[in-house]
């Protein structure tokens, strides 16, 4: 028997008038569709919800490689400019020399 899905949706005197004609066979049909459309609607929140969780892990990702880019980049540079700047210190050699020092180290 096909369950008549205007009369759950309406609300008011319908859902009276549609328990007292089709008895409780129909009624458990009814809350078979019902369960149905719940589980329907549950899994179109839970795929937007997925994509929702992937768009806030790539943003994630970006801001990363961002501070990446901004914060540890030029710490690095920094220190080897620093290394640089003590062997040229210390040992008074051409520039050939001070990398190939610099690349041992």
Known sequence: MAVDPSAWA?????EVYYTRANGPTS??????ESSI???????QHKERNEVLELAITMA???????????MVIPV????EMSRDSIFRIF??????VV????NDA
Do not use: Q
Request: glycine content about 6%; proline content about 2%; charged content about 20%.
């Open 76 to 79: 690095v540079v920094r220190v």
């Open 99 to 102: 990398k190939f020092l610099k």
């Open 37 to 43: 459309l719940l589980h329907r609607r549950t899994e």
């Open 60 to 70: 994630s990702v970006a801001i990363l490689m961002i501070s990446l880019l901004f």
């Open 10 to 14: 309406s609300g008011g005197a319908r």
């Open 91 to 96: 040992f008074h050699v051409p520039r050939k």
């Open 27 to 32: 009624i458990s049909a009814g809350a078979n």
